[in-house]
């Protein structure tokens, strides 16, 4: 898949969606928070993301390194500007040259354009949703991707923080589409392999609302999904993953 143009056209949606709900528009799924304060954020990730790329840098940048961002109407322009500067360095960066990604493993340009994908149109899903109207379904490719990410790159970062007791296996199955995954915690630990395999818990349906799921954005009853086996380790993945 083309990552820099999921961004662009993500983020291009993320920027309508955000204007048509408003800015003290609630977001659902990120408690707290208001569309103000998700634009401001992505933003804030982008302009990060654009430093530390076209700098060539292999440090965390310092939080003062950045120009602040309106708080009014004029965020949707700002937030607009910060897209196009991130795509076109996306576009126009060598993949596989350095640059600093808080992972802790593939230092690469190429972790910066598929994080920056899937960080927008996970906000854009956000965006939609609190505007109102028609949620666009995720491209299978950028779901199939998105969802191979949390479970291989984030799952070990989000555990970390979030220090789970688990000792369970979760096998996600993309039904439309090819996509398997078996991610095992023992002691609160994640790994992840890329193949059919029995968990403790199935998660099966189309890509979109499985990657949809996955990031707690719909329920388990969303139409197309389905579980087999212990259904009460649900409620475990949706404390691990924010």
């Known amino acids: 898949m083309n990552h820099v143009e999921t961004l ?5 949606r993320l920027s309508a969606a955000a204007r048509a709900a408003g800015l003290e528009t609630s977001i659902e799924h990120c408690p707290g928070w208001t569309v103000g304060r998700l634009l401001g954020h992505t933003g804030k990730v982008l302009q990060r993301t654009n430093l530390c790329v076209a700098d060539e840098m292999m440090t965390p940048p310092a939080e003062d390194a950045f120009v602040s961002l309106p708080r009014d109407e004029a965020l949707f322009d700002a937030f607009d500007e910060i897209l196009s500067a991130i795509c076109e360095t996306l576009r126009s960066c060598d993949p596989d040259a350095p640059s600093w990604n808080f992972s802790g493993e593939n230092f690469t340009n190429g ?5 920056m994908a899937h960080e927008v149109e996970i906000h854009r899903w956000d965006a939609q949703n609190a505007a109102g109207g028609a949620i666009d379904a995720f491209h299978d490719a950028s779901a199939v991707d998105g969802i191979d990410e949390l479970l291989t790159v984030l799952m070990p970062i989000l555990s970390s923080v979030k220090n789970p007791t688990l000792s369970s296996s979760f096998h996600l199955h993309c039904t439309d589409t090819a996509g398997e995954w078996l991610t095992t915690f023992v002691d609160g630990q994640p790994t992840t392999i890329r193949e059919h395999a029995k968990g403790d818990i199935a998660v099966r349906g189309p890509a979109s609302p499985l990657y949809a799921w996955a990031w707690n954005r719909v329920p388990i009853t969303t139409d197309g999904l389905d579980t087999a086996g212990d259904a009460s380790l649900l409620d475990a993945w ?4 924010p």
Do not use: P
């Open 238 to 241: 949706a404390s691990v993953v």
């Open 111 to 115: 972790f910066w354009q598929r994080r």
């Open 8 to 12: 662009r056209l993500e983020g291009t």
